[in-house]
């Protein structure tokens, strides 16, 4: 439970991170502090707060914060390397490190190259991988990820909806226990909500993009373009800014199907049914801030909040997206009748065996 | 064996970081002597105005760094006299000298750093000519300069007096300097290939001295109303006028 909530610690901390990133650029300072990975010569955690002045507040904050989180995922991998029986989830650990070891290289080689395009949505769209890392440890060392959403008195929780169970007819034992693993094992729903994830994560590579190319303002009307409803004219900014705006569509459009398949089939699992109620605030503030950042010519607190609530859009709907996928994972338990310890996978989790071993 | 290997490895490794395939320098260029004959040079003057209501200079607000201390401080984007007289535009020829080659002055320009304002806020410099950049401020100040054609840098400098020198080598109309600690701080420099530039006072005059008998173009740039050029022909120990009008 310990290492649970040190993983979650670390995931909010990534997304704290990922708001002074966005203040960073919001605030055009990104090379206020030229040097790295000193700061104007001082060794960076000793670095006078009193010059902690202008952009040198935002770049040396944000280098600060990384530097924390980087020391919690350095934790939190060396905790799950000695306290996690399964070998996938201490390799999760393994590759959030070296995710935000390059993202800190990242970080320093797009200030001492001036800020390039390419290194800087790099560095964007890695920040967005390392949350989800995060996130995903934090969810996969959960108590409720390791019961597979059992209530603790055994109770199914993966029914379908109050309405729906009502019509279907009495099963037996082992035939009640096929159809619960069919319900939580939903096909159509893991594809759904993987593609919502892709569409999502591409999303914010485009918005990194127009971040960082300055094309944020590239059409500088909302909701229509240059007054109409689709630009009478293009250059590569006005375009990127575009595919942002259309791209905007089709993560709503996605993020309804897969929610929308939840709230039909699923409405009773609440490790489904939260995350969607969830997501849909989140995508109505989302596109608001997103209006709002033109509206208000990029104003930096707005801008900076427009890109941490896309990185919650997208940690929450990998969330989704796992929890979906939880009976296909080798240590799934047999969601019906509080069959808790029998395996839904054919095979062992050799993992767990050899971390037994381990331990 | 093996150790003979790995001496011959250390020993290219050891070149590659030490550079060791690097070409000699180059041989410093031949002292260049002024191609132009005193008896003969004319002269250009003028005046650069500004029609129309200008926008009002804004003040800026210095309160993310208490140090700066120059409370009420305006831009200097566009600055306009009661009679219309537009300053901070730079003024340089901009063809019409072929091939001639012009010694580069052996003092060097000085871009002060003082109440978190550059200063001055357009000015030139000769490619090749030395620009002093000075810490005049008790605050931390960042250059970074960003050109298309000559090489971008970014210094920090952390205390006040640190001085740092940069060459542009290249002709570039204009090259931008910005400080990413104060946003509101930044400067324009023109970098030309002669002596025949000018920046306009708050008088808005310009004068061009010592220019050999020809026909040019000139060029009279400002950081918003963008360029305007005019054709003058001089003849031997002439000097004209040339009158640029920006509006809004």
Same mark, same amino acid.
């Given at each position: 439970m310990l290492l649970h909530l040190f993983a979650l610690l670390t995931a909010a901390a990534t997304a $704290?991170? +990922?708001?002074?990133?966005?203040?960073?650029?919001?605030?055009?300072?990104?090379?206020? *502090?030229? %040097?790295?990975?000193?700061?104007?010569?001082?060794?960076?955690?000793?670095?006078?707060?009193?010059?902690?002045?202008?952009?040198?507040?935002?770049? =040396?904050?944000?280098?600060?914060?990384?530097?924390? *989180?980087?020391?919690?995922?350095?934790?939190?991998?060396?905790?799950?390397?000695?306290?996690?029986?399964?070998?996938?989830?201490?390799? #999760?650990?393994? +590759?959030?490190?070296?995710? $935000? @070891?390059?993202?800190?290289?990242?970080? &320093?080689?797009?200030? #001492?190259?001036?800020?390039?395009?390419?290194?800087?949505?790099?560095?964007?769209?890695?920040?967005?991988? $390392?949350?989800?890392?995060?996130?995903? @440890?934090?969810?996969?060392?959960?108590?409720?990820?390791?019961?597979?959403?059992?209530?603790?008195? &055994?109770?199914?929780?993966?029914?379908?909806?109050?309405?729906?169970?009502?019509?279907?007819?009495?099963?037996?034992?082992?035939?009640?226990?096929?159809? !619960?693993?069919?319900?939580?094992?939903?096909?159509?729903?893991?594809?759904?909500?993987?593609?919502?994830?892709?569409?999502?994560? *591409?999303?914010? *590579?485009? &918005?990194?993009?127009?971040? =960082?190319? !300055?094309?944020?303002?590239?059409?500088?009307?909302?909701?229509?373009?240059?007054?109409? #409803?689709?630009?009478?004219?293009? %250059?590569?900014?006005?375009?990127?800014?575009?595919?942002?705006?259309?791209?905007?569509?089709?993560?709503?459009?996605?993020?309804?199907?897969?929610?929308?398949?939840?709230?039909?089939?699923?409405?009773?699992?609440l490790e489904l049914l939260r995350p969607s109620i969830l997501l849909l605030v989140l995508v109505t503030v989302q596109i608001t801030l997103g209006a709002l950042t033109i509206l208000s010519r990029k104003e930096f607190i707005i801008n900076s909040l427009h890109v941490v609530t896309g990185a919650c859009v997208l940690v929450t709907t990998l969330v989704l997206t796992l929890r979906a996928h939880r009976a296909r994972f080798a240590d799934a338990l047999v969601p019906a009748g509080g069959a808790a310890g029998a395996r839904l996978a054919a095979g062992p989790d050799h993992s767990d065996a050899a971390a037994g071993a381990r331990a | 064996m093996r150790t003979l290997v790995f001496t011959a490895f250390v020993a290219a490794l050891t070149a590659a970081a030490c550079g060791g395939s690097e070409k000699p320098a180059p041989a410093p260029d031949a002292p260049v002597s002024n191609p132009v004959d005193p008896a003969t040079a004319g002269a250009v003057s003028g005046k650069v105005t500004f029609m129309g209501t200008p926008p009002p200079s804004e003040t800026i607000s210095m309160s993310s760094d208490p140090r700066c201390m120059n409370a009420g401080a305006k831009t200097e984007t566009v600055m306009v006299s009661g009679d219309g007289s537009l300053q901070n535009v730079f003024v340089y020829v901009k063809d019409g000298l072929g091939a001639l080659k012009f010694p580069v002055p052996a003092t060097p320009l000085v871009l002060d750093q003082k109440g978190c304002q550059y200063r001055p806020h357009v000015f030139g410099v000769q490619a090749g000519q030395t620009i002093e950049i000075l810490n005049s401020d008790a605050t931390l100040h960042n250059i970074h300069a960003w050109p298309q054609a000559n090489q971008e840098f970014n210094v920090g400098q952390a205390l006040q007096g640190m001085k740092d020198t940069h060459v542009f080598t290249t002709q570039e109309v204009m090259v931008p300097f910005r400080c990413d600690v104060h946003r509101w701080m930044n400067s324009f420099v023109g970098v030309v290939a002669h002596p025949f530039f000018a920046v306009t006072g708050a008088d808005g005059a310009f004068q061009l001295k010592g220019l050999p008998p020809g026909t040019y173009t000139l060029e009279a740039w400002h950081e918003k109303f963008g360029t305007k050029t005019a054709s003058v022909t001089i003849g031997a120990k002439e000097s004209k006028d040339v009158a640029f009008t920006f509006s809004g």
């Open positions: $704290v991170l +990922i708001f002074a990133g966005g203040l960073v650029t919001s605030t055009g300072s990104g090379l206020s *502090v030229p %040097d790295w990975p000193n700061s104007y010569g001082w060794f960076m955690f000793t670095f006078p707060i009193e010059n902690w002045v202008g952009g040198i507040f935002y770049e =040396h904050s944000h280098r600060l914060i990384a530097s924390t *989180v980087g020391f919690l995922i350095l934790v939190l991998a060396f905790w799950l390397w000695r306290a996690e029986p399964r070998r996938w989830v201490r390799r #999760l650990g393994f +590759i959030a490190l070296g995710a $935000v @070891i390059t993202q800190g290289m990242l970080g &320093g080689i797009t200030v #001492l190259w001036y800020l390039p395009d390419p290194i800087s949505i790099a560095h964007a769209s890695l920040a967005q991988i $390392v949350f989800c890392l995060t996130a995903a @440890i934090a969810l996969v060392t959960s108590p409720g990820w390791r019961r597979c959403y059992v209530a603790r008195d &055994g109770a199914d929780l993966s029914a379908g909806s109050g309405r729906e169970a009502a019509r279907q007819p009495a099963l037996p034992g082992r035939l009640a226990a096929r159809a !619960d693993v069919a319900k939580a094992d939903d096909r159509t729903l893991q594809r759904v909500a993987r593609v919502t994830l892709a569409v999502i994560y *591409v999303q914010i *590579v485009v &918005g990194a993009t127009m971040r =960082h190319t !300055d094309a944020g303002l590239a059409i500088p009307d909302f909701p229509w373009m240059f007054g109409h #409803l689709i630009p009478d004219h293009w %250059d590569p900014k006005i375009a990127v800014h575009f595919a942002h705006r259309v791209g905007a569509l089709c993560v709503t459009a996605m993020l309804l199907a897969t929610t929308g398949h939840v709230f039909a089939h699923h409405r009773r699992r | -």
